[in-house]
C-alpha cells in the first residue's frame, strides 16, 4: 500500500479539512491517508477547542485512515521545528507523499524551493546572522534573507500562514535521502484569516469565532465535530487563571528558566499579570512589534505547562509515534510498515512509555483542568478504531 501524509491540527475539524483529505488521496493515488496531528496544544500557542481524541475520531470518520499525534515538543513551535517534527514522523511511517492546503500562489514549486534552500543553506546562516542584532522579528529578518537569495520569489507574505508552513515543510523535507513528493493544493472559499461562516466552507478561526458568538456553525462542520462541540469547547480564557497564578508565585529566576524566556520577558509578563483582567487584555499588554502575538501565546504556554529548556531537550530526545486512531485500511498499513519504522510505535501509554512520554502527560493533565467533562488523555486510552464509514 502506498501511504500520503497530512499534518493537521483539526481545531476543530470541518468541511474545508473533507476537501483536504479527498484532494490528498486523490493526487497522491494513495491507498491510505496518515495525518500527523498536534495534541492538545497547537502551533501559534493556544489551547484546542477540543480534544485530540475528539478531533482524531472526526477524522477518521470523514476519510483518514490513521491518525498519529504530534507531541508538544514539536506541535508547539515555530514553524521551522513545527515541520521538523511533523516531517521525521511521516518519513518513518514511509509516506510517498506529502499533501498540505496553502494560501498562496498555486503554481510555486514548493519541491524544487527546498531542494534550493538544502544548497544555499551556508550562504543563508551567513546572512542571518548578520542580522541577529537588529530589532526585527525572525519572520522579518528571514524575509530579507529570502529576498537576497530568492529575489523571483517576491514577498513570503507573512500573513499567508499556510505558505509558510509550506516553505517549512519543504525545507525539511529536501534533507532526507528519499523526499516525499510535495502536493499544495490551493484554499477554498475563506481564507485563514476570514471570519465568515456564510458558506459551508468556512475557515477554523471563524467557527472559533462563532463558537464564542453562540452563532450557527452546524452547516461548517460534519456531525461528529459538531457533537463534540456541543459537550464542551475550551478556548484561552479558561486557563487565564492557572495562567496568572503562574506568573504570580514564581520568582523571576524561576520564569527565566521557561523555554524561550528571552531578554528579560520575564519582567514584562508578570507585571501584566498583576494587573490583566483576562487573557485578551494580558495579550495586548505585552505584545509589541517586535514579539508577535504568536510568539508570546506560545511563551504563555511554556510558562502555563511549566516547560523548560531542560523539559523540551529530553522530549526531543525520546521521540515516540503515539497513535490516536485507525480505519481497517489504516490498520493494515501500520502492519505492513511496523517492522521498518525506526521509532517506537505505542498504541497505549502506561508505566514504561510514561518516561518518553512525560511532557505530554502534563500538559495533558493541565488540558483537563479547563472543563470538568474532559476526560483523561493517556493512561486507559486505547486508539479509536472505525470498521465502517
Known amino acids: 500500500m502506498k501511504a500520503c501524509g497530512i499534518v493537521v491540527e483539526y481545531n476543530p475539524f470541518h468541511n474545508g479539512h473533507i476537501y483536504h483529505v479527498q484532494q490528498a488521496r486523490t493526487q497522491s493515488k494513495s491507498n491510505v491517508v496518515i495525518a500527523v496531528m498536534s495534541g492538545n496544544f497547537l502551533q501559534r500557542g493556544e489551547p484546542a477547542v477540543i480534544d485530540k481524541w475528539q478531533r482524531a475520531e472526526a477524522a477518521l470518520l470523514n476519510g483518514v485512515d490513521l491518525v498519529v499525534e504530534l507531541p508538544i515538543e514539536w506541535a508547539l513551535q515555530p514553524a521551522d521545528y513545527f515541520a521538523k517534527g511533523s516531517i521525521a514522523i511521516l518519513q518513518a511511517l514511509g509516506c510517498e507523499s506529502l499533501c498540505f492546503g496553502t494560501d498562496y500562489d498555486s503554481t510555486f514549486d514548493y519541491q524544487s524551493y527546498g531542494q534550493q534552500m538544502l544548497i544555499e ?14 530589532n526585527q522579528t525572525y519572520a522579518e529578518k528571514m524575509q530579507l534573507v529570502m529576498n537576497q537569495i530568492f529575489p523571483e520569489m517576491g514577498q513570503q507574505q507573512a500573513n499567508q500562514p499556510n505558505h509558510v508552513l509550506g516553505l517549512s515543510y519543504s525545507q525539511e523535507n529536501a534533507t532526507y535521502e528519499r523526499p516525499m513528493r510535495l502536493l499544495p493544493i490551493k484554499r477554498l472559499a475563506q481564507g485563514y484569516h476570514s471570519k465568515s461562516l456564510e458558506q459551508e ?88 512589534k517586535r514579539y508577535t502575538q504568536t ?44 517492522e521498518s519504522v525506526n521509532l517506537p510505535i505505542v498504541s497505549k501509554i502506561g508505566k514504561n512509555e510514561a518516561k518518553r512520554w512525560a511532557l505530554n502527560l502534563t500538559s495533558d493533565q493541565i488540558y483537563q483542568l479547563a472543563h470538568p467533562v474532559i476526560k483523561e488523555q493517556n493512561f486507559g486510552r486505547f486508539p479509536i478504531q472505525i470498521k465502517n464509514r
Open 201 to 288: 466552507i468556512a475557515s477554523a478561526t471563524a467557527i472559533r469565532e462563532g463558537l464564542l458568538k453562540h452563532a450557527v456553525i452546524d452547516h461548517t462542520v460534519p456531525q461528529a465535530t459538531l457533537e463534540s462541540l456541543t459537550h464542551y469547547h475550551v478556548f484561552w480564557q479558561d486557563f487565564w487563571p492557572l495562567l496568572k497564578y503562574q506568573l504570580l508565585v514564581r520568582s523571576l529566576t524561576e520564569l527565566k528558566q521557561i523555554y524561550q524566556m528571552s531578554e528579560g520577558l520575564e519582567h514584562r509578563l508578570k507585571r501584566s499579570a498583576q494587573t490583566a483582567n483576562d487573557f485578551k487584555q494580558f495579550i495586548q499588554q505585552i505584545k509589541t
Open 295 to 338: 510568539r508570546l501565546q506560545r511563551l504563555c504556554c511554556y510558562v502555563l505547562l511549566g516547560i523548560t529548556n531542560e523539559n523540551m531537550q529530553t522530549a526531543w530526545e525520546q521521540p515516540i509515534i503515539h497513535v490516536l486512531g485507525f480505519t481497517e485500511q489504516g490498520k493494515n498499513y501500520l502492519n505492513q510498515v511496523k
Open 121 to 134: 543553506k551556508e550562504t543563508i546562516d551567513a546572512l542571518f546572522k548578520k542580522l541577529e542584532n537588529q
